[in-house]
């Protein structure tokens, strides 16, 4: 099969990564991948195989993510079997990318959508929602949220979590030296954040929250990540006396070595689909205390290995960190070898990709039915 995978631009986001991933593993498996970008460059665009093609239609990279010029006549040309937008703005053309596939009858390729977001969906990707073929929810909070909120015919929509590459269990080892580095030492509870500096992803609030944990209590906050959030954060710090307790580690393109050195992974976003971090942390066996929101739940097993603490409770959401700081360390090693298996089992990439290749295979066969829900 030919696919084509059509993102706004490969900066360093979730939904980025698993377009890289998926086209990627699309052709190791045999099949022809194409990625279309409405911009040039970005963070990961050096992680793209060499031997998936490559289409951009801004000829200079304009700042501009809504920018497509010649989005049609691109997709028509390339003549995919499948086109499946990633991302929101992809998804905001995706009545055009169906259009330009029915162009070419009676081989007209498949439109699918993707649902990766917790945020509120615009008036264009909601049209794009009921023209294309099929959609994929990453979590079946995002595929019920489509069915309420939107209206979609749930036999429309195919639930495929995200797929995520873990690093083999015999290389996750406590890594000491990067505590030390921090000042922290064994006693020390580092509560881990990865996510970048965005309104949404609530930072400030997260520090809010720890800040009033016990003083008697030896603990760091990291921060790892960049954004226009990130000043307004440090700001919060400055005046709260948290330079010693809140560490603010910029970005990783490879955080393994700061999951391997926590204790705890926390997160206070109010918008997700699904949260690669929390995923990636309990693939690395640490427990999760989070804030609701959509698809959270899905990230973890519910108070056994993360908790989801309602909006706002600040005083659970500490509650919920104090047990675990206190709790035994074998009660800590169960709770860790949990995490690890159900994540690898859930999130496994073989696994995800075969979901996506099945959800293919039907579109191609029959191009004018409907996906049905896995």
């Known amino acids: 099969m030919k696919i084509l ?14 377009t890289v991933w998926l086209a990627n593993a699309l052709q190791e498996a045999g099949h022809h991948s194409a990625v279309l970008t409405f911009r040039p460059g970005g963070a990961l665009a050096g992680t793209v195989h060499e031997s998936v093609e490559r289409i951009t239609l801004q000829p200079r990279d304009l700042g501009l993510d809504w920018f497509a010029p010649g989005l049609g006549r691109a997709v028509a040309r390339t003549a995919p079997d499948i086109a499946i937008c990633m991302g929101r703005m992809a998804n905001c053309h995706g009545s055009l990318v169906q259009r330009a596939l029915n162009s070419r009858r009676p081989q007209a390729g498949a439109g699918i959508a993707t649902m990766r977001t917790g945020k ?3 008036w264009l990707f909601r049209r794009s929602l009921h023209r294309v073929r099929a959609i994929v929810a990453n ?16 036999e429309r929509i195919t639930v495929i979590h995200n797929a995520l590459i873990f690093p ?28 970048m500096f965005r309104p949404e992803k609530n930072q400030h609030e ?17 921060l790892a990540g960049d954004g226009q959030a990130r000043a307004r954060c440090e700001r919060l710090v400055a005046a709260r006396q948290l330079a010693q307790r809140v560490k603010f580690l910029g970005y990783h393109t490879d955080p ?11 997160h206070a976003s109010w918008s997700e689909a699904l949260s690669n971090f929390l995923i990636e942390a309990q693939a690395h066996g640490l427990p999760v205390v989070a804030c609701e929101a959509q698809g959270i739940r899905e990230c973890f097993v519910p108070n056994e290995t993360g908790w989801a603490i309602p909006r706002g409770d600040h005083d659970g959401f500490r509650s919920a960190l104090l047990r675990l700081a206190v709790e035994s360390a074998a009660a800590t090693a169960l709770r860790a070898a949990t995490a690890r298996r159900a994540a690898r089992l859930t999130f496994d990439p073989a696994r995800q990709l075969a979901a996506y290749l099945d959800l293919f295979a039907r579109m191609k066969n029959s191009p004018d039915k409907a996906a049905s829900v896995q």
Not at 172 to 179: F, Q, S, V
Not at 256 to 266: Q, T
């Open 168 to 195: 083999p269990e015999e290389s996750l080892h406590r890594n000491t030296t990067l505590r030390a580095k921090h000042g922290a030492t064994d006693r020390t509870i580092v509560m881990l954040c990865v996510a």
């Open 206 to 222: 997260l520090i809010e929250m720890v800040a009033g944990l016990p003083p008697a209590l030896d603990w760091q906050l990291w």
């Open 5 to 18: 995978l059509i993102q706004d631009f490969l900066r360093n986001g979730g939904t980025e990564r698993q």
């Open 139 to 154: 979590g079946r909070e995002a595929r019920d949220t489509l069915v309420r909120d939107y209206r979609v015919a749930s």
């Open 256 to 266: 393994s070595a700061l999951y391997c050195a926590a204790d705890l992974a926390v």
């Open 120 to 122: 509120p969906l615009p």
